[in-house]
């Protein structure tokens, strides 16, 4: 049973991701007067582009082939590792920790800008010089608030953590800036506004989708579905482990993980809501302010550090 309980975390990823994109860009339409793509728009995306075939420039390697499987596989692993349906930890939620989880993500965006740069064009590679920079400042952040978390929790497994975060007062200045700090990295990992117009179809003014500009077919299936996965899984550190783990299976019971299936996924709901809010009320920053916005972020979370030991 706790396999299948893994398992079916797993499944809950990879099929409620395309519909968390589908809520936040229909939600996004409604709240500028119109009346969007249907919720299951990212859906028939990844199936058109699954059957299609993909080309690849002359100038790409092997390598390139690679690089979407283990992009995809990314955001699968570290949701092994994390509460997303138990309160528990599960077999395999010990293969590594909190910082771990993060060189796993880092690792598969890393691939990315290494098969984007693979292609030799001249667009993708606006993207890398772009995602190296803003990467400057966003890899100090998740660093500061995953050791902040640490701090608060005394353990870096992401099931001890939120106990302890569940233990802790949910006003208390180290919790609120922990929380804000790590929603603005939701934002720029996401590729949301203010940091980036998920929107935008020109070139020159995309940051994230310029990595895959010369992706098709299966890859882009695969990079695009990847990234669904790595914003639910920020999405659910942020509301099950540095939030609270209120609502989730305590046994492995059919009514119980029904009801965290339900709960969690309205909980991803509220952060797309969020995000969406934040989107309607910002517009695209500049790319040299964007590192105004980062180090805002990192000193919130160093803020909140400091209110660890307060």
Same mark, same amino acid.
């Given at each position: 049973m706790p396999i299948v309980a893994q398992m079916l975390q797993v499944l809950f990823v990879l099929a409620f991701s395309p519909l968390l994109k589908g809520f936040m860009d229909r939600l996004k339409a409604r709240g500028m007067r119109r009346v969007g793509p249907p919720l299951l728009q990212p859906y028939r995306h990844l199936g058109k582009w699954l059957h299609k075939e993909t080309v690849r420039t002359v100038h790409t390697t092997g390598f390139s082939g690679v690089v979407p499987v283990l992009y995809f596989c990314a955001p699968i692993i570290v949701t092994l590792l994390i509460p997303v349906l138990t309160t528990f930890p599960l077999p395999l939620a010990f293969m590594a920790d909190m910082l771990g989880g993060g060189m796993i993500l880092a690792g598969g965006g890393l691939l990315l800008l290494w098969a984007a740069l693979d292609s030799g064009s001249p667009y993708t590679a606006i993207g890398v010089s772009r995602m190296r920079l803003i990467g400057t400042l966003g890899e100090p952040l998740v660093l500061m608030a995953l050791f902040t978390a640490a701090a608060i929790g005394h353990s870096t497994i992401p099931y001890v953590v939120n106990q302890a975060m569940a233990a802790h007062s949910f006003f208390a200045p180290a919790h609120v800036l922990l929380l804000t700090a790590w929603f603005l990295l939701i934002l720029t990992e996401g /590729?949301?506004?203010?940091? %980036?117009?998920?929107?935008?179809?020109? *070139?020159? $003014?995309? +940051? %994230?989708?310029?990595? =895959? &500009? *010369?992706?098709? /077919?299966v890859d882009l299936a695969l990079y695009e579905w990847g990234g669904f996965m790595k914003l639910t899984v920020l999405s659910l550190i942020l509301v099950n482990v540095l939030a609270s783990p209120y609502g989730l299976a305590?046994?492995? =019971? !059919?009514?119980t993980l029904a009801g965290a299936i339900a709960v969690s996924a309205l909980k991803l709901l509220?952060? /797309? =809501?969020?995000?969406?809010? !934040?989107?309607?009320? &910002?517009?695209?920053?500049?790319?040299?302010? +964007? $590192?105004e916005y980062l180090t805002f972020a990192v000193a919130l979370a160093a803020l909140a550090a400091v209110a660890v030991g307060l």
């Open positions: /590729g949301r506004l203010p940091v %980036d117009n998920p929107d935008s179809a020109h *070139e020159f $003014s995309l +940051i %994230d989708p310029n990595r =895959t &500009f *010369e992706s098709s /077919g305590a046994s492995l =019971t !059919v009514p509220l952060v /797309g =809501t969020l995000v969406v809010l !934040v989107e309607l009320s &910002f517009a695209k920053l500049r790319l040299m302010r +964007i $590192s």
